[in-house]
């Protein structure tokens, strides 16, 4: 069993950044792929970034277009943690933030993280 934590979220005025953070409850070295979804009030959930393996320690990053530019995704496997890293925070940034993974055959999910932009 996955247990996944997200932190960092806030309330942050526009233009600023945040770095939202993701702790697995064991190793991630073995993930091949991890990512950030948002879920903003009355909306569904969409996909922000993800990271995937494509070697012994290479990876490919994606992102939504809405973000590009502004997000960066990344791992640190000896801490065991995925960050997803929020410059020029915009008021339609302003969601739920879920980090996931993928292993054994399943999807995990953490229960997400607020992120208000508002001045």
């Known amino acids: 069993q996955v247990q996944l934590v997200e932190s960092g979220g806030g309330l942050v005025q526009p233009g600023g950044p945040l770095r939202l953070s993701c702790a697995a409850s064991?190793?991630?070295?073995?993930?091949?792929?991890m990512g950030w979804y948002r879920q903003a009030p009355e909306e569904q959930r969409e996909f922000v970034a993800q990271i995937t393996r494509i070697g012994s320690i290479d990876y490919a990053v994606d992102y939504a277009d809405s973000v590009k530019g502004r997000f960066t995704i990344s791992r640190d496997n000896a801490k065991n943690t995925l960050y997803l890293q929020i410059n020029s925070l915009e008021p339609e940034d302003t969601a739920v933030y879920y980090c996931?993974?993928?292993?054994?055959?399943?999807?995990?999910w953490g229960h997400g993280t607020q992120v208000t932009v508002s001045s």
């Open positions: 064991g190793s991630i070295s073995s993930f091949n792929n």
């Open positions: 996931n993974a993928y292993y054994g055959g399943h999807w995990y």
